[in-house]
């Protein structure tokens, strides 16, 4: 009976010290998680901040460029109004469209 008893105090010995150990991990990694998660909330938002700023750029730049086309196209007040109907007879007069693709040397690089 006594050796029955010392066998299990010693096999619940071992339990604790087992529990003891998943305990200190456990603790050790939500010290890591507490450091870990505002980092990594923080690396997110700056990089989300990053790419919303580049698309606007990106968005400015392709309005730009499209209104400096449209320019190109439009010459004149006149030539809106025959693409869009708006004129009183004749072809289209005085109205040009670009039609060279952008690029150095092209009519509306040379405008910019």
Do not use: N, Y
């Amino acid at each position: 009976m006594r050796a029955a008893d010392e066998a299990t105090k010693i096999i619940a010995e071992e339990f604790d010290h087992r529990d003891e150990a998943v305990m200190k991990g456990a603790i050790r990694s939500a010290h890591v998680q507490q450091v870990a998660v505002p980092f990594a909330i923080v690396v997110t938002g700056i990089m989300t901040l990053w790419f919303v700023i580049a698309a606007q750029r990106r968005l400015t730049a392709k309005l730009e460029a499209d209104r400096k086309i449209a320019e190109g196209e439009f010459a004149s007040p006149e030539c809106a109004r025959q693409l869009f109907g708006w004129h009183h007879g004749g072809g289209r007069r005085g109205c040009h469209r670009l039609r060279e693709p952008l690029g150095r040397g092209s009519i509306a690089h040379r405008r910019a």
